[in-house]
């Protein structure tokens, strides 16, 4: 078991610049969650999949992120443009129901400046 | 989605201390999450638990469920360096994803 596997690790970009996250869940593991942790604000889900069906969008900033799962084994977070305030470490994580833990990825450090 | 606060937000120990951390909810929750977060990395599940007024231990860690189902804590006994990290308790109400708390950042003084 590889365990939840993003890329990249980290991420340096300018404001403005296009940024895609990705994702790659445990197999067999049916949800997927997108979450965004900094240091005002702590663990926030921003959107989640069941079956890569997006169930719950709202925690989704604006309208500058977007998320897909155009399969079982893969799964992108799009921030267009890019903004200094989305600086954070980006998570993935997938699990097997609902409600059954999640596996955590070792997230993308995120810096826009 | 769920609410659940968490405290405290920092706790500073001598090594061989005893540390807690609690999370509490306004509302009935159908099962609470920890998870343990060192300096650097991801967070890693710890526990779940369900039922009312459970107790589960691993190790020197001791899990409590409220038995009213809206608060937990987690007890360390005797603190060790390799404790250190944050800890955070995550919350399913009706919905099915996790809310987590703030977490607690713990500090282990050799």
């Known amino acids: 078991d590889a365990g939840v596997i993003q890329s990249p690790r980290h991420e340096v970009t300018e404001m403005g610049q296009e940024v895609t996250l990705r994702c790659k869940p445990i197999s067999g593991h049916d949800y997927l969650f997108w979450y965004r942790q900094t240091m005002m604000r702590g663990l926030e889900l921003l959107i989640y999949?069941?079956?890569?069906?997006?169930?719950?969008d709202s925690g989704m900033p604006e309208d500058r992120f977007s998320a897909k799962m155009p399969n079982a084994s893969f799964s992108t977070l799009k921030i267009q443009p890019s903004e200094p305030r989305d600086s954070a470490v980006y998570f993935c994580?997938?699990?097997?129901?609902?409600?059954?833990?999640?596996?955590f990825g070792n997230g993308t450090r995120l810096t826009v400046t | 989605g769920q609410q659940v606060m968490q405290i405290p937000q920092y706790q500073h120990v001598q090594e061989g201390e005893d540390f807690t951390t609690y999370c509490n909810s306004s509302?009935?929750?159908?099962?609470i999450q920890w998870y343990k977060q060192r300096p650097g990395g991801h967070p890693v599940f710890l526990i779940q638990?369900?039922?009312?007024?459970e107790v589960k231990k691993q190790k020197r860690l001791t899990f409590q469920f409220g038995e009213a189902k809206k608060n937990s804590s987690l007890h360390i006994t005797a603190t060790q360096t390799t404790d250190v990290g944050t800890y955070f308790c995550?919350?399913?109400?009706?919905?099915?994803?996790?809310?987590f708390g703030s977490g607690t950042q713990l500090t282990v003084l050799p």
């Open positions: 509302t009935t929750l159908s099962n």
């Open positions: 994580a997938s699990s097997r129901q609902g409600n059954s833990p999640l596996h």
């Open positions: 638990l369900v039922k009312s007024g």
């Open positions: 995550a919350a399913s109400g009706s919905a099915r994803q996790l809310t």
């Open positions: 999949f069941n079956n890569n069906v997006p169930i719950d």
